[in-house]
């Protein structure tokens, strides 16, 4: 059974930095994407950064590019996400998603497309 634990989130002000963290288990990394989502009260969730493990290709969108990093421990089965220069539009509940990959690509950063998800966890950004 495929399970993901994220924690690290919490209150930063603008500017500062967090780094979440999402276990693991289940699952081998081979053949999977791992991504970063978040999402606010009322609105969709936003697809934030992915990684293939197998080739490290990475992704991200617009709004994060440059001040965020996705990263990966395979031994440990871990997943990370490197926030610096958090802006209050950051606020959200991030969660950790996994799925197979296409073949050679990953598929869109896109909630439909995930098949396995953790459970959460708030970051507040102040201004």
């Known amino acids: 059974e495929v399970q993901l634990v994220e924690s690290g989130g919490g209150l930063v002000q603008t500017g500062g930095s967090l780094r979440l963290s999402c276990s693991a288990s289940g699952f081998a990394f081979d053949g999977y994407v791992l991504a970063w989502f978040r999402q606010v009260p009322g609105k969709e969730r936003e697809g934030v950064s992915c990684i293939s493990p197998s080739d490290s290709l990475t992704y991200y969108s617009d709004s994060v590019k440059g001040r965020f990093t996705i990263s990966i421990d395979g031994a440990a089965n871990m997943v990370y996400l490197q926030m610096n220069n958090l802006q209050p539009e950051d606020t959200a509940v991030y969660y950790c998603?996994?799925?197979?990959?296409?073949?050679?690509?990953?598929?869109?950063?896109?909630?439909?497309?995930?098949?396995?998800w953790g459970q959460g966890t708030q970051v507040t950004v102040s201004s």
């Open positions: 998603a996994t799925t197979l990959t296409w073949g050679r690509t990953m598929p869109p950063l896109i909630p439909k497309w995930y098949r396995d």
